[in-house]
């Protein structure tokens, strides 16, 4: 997959709002702080067989010197 398809398929999952990124299937929060914590979906989420770490995955996707126009930092 290019790196376009790998960031369109993880924004299937979760959502990147003001530092905070929710999952779009049970809607719970992760704020940037964070990031290093696993992010822990609601029981029964049909997200929650992807990655717990979608701030990492994220990172991995981005550019960093991009990461500006899509919200981070
Ligand atoms: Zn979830």
Do not use: Y
């Amino acid at each position: 997959m290019t790196m376009s398809d790998e960031l369109l398929n993880w924004s299937t999952r979760w959502r990147l709002s003001a530092g905070v990124i929710t999952c779009k299937s049970c809607q719970v929060r992760q704020e940037e702080l964070d990031q290093a914590l696993n992010f822990v979906h609601s029981p029964g989420c049909l997200n929650c067989r992807f990655g717990t770490t979608p701030w990492v995955e994220l990172a991995g996707l981005v550019p960093s010197k991009s990461a500006g126009s899509i919200g981070l930092k």
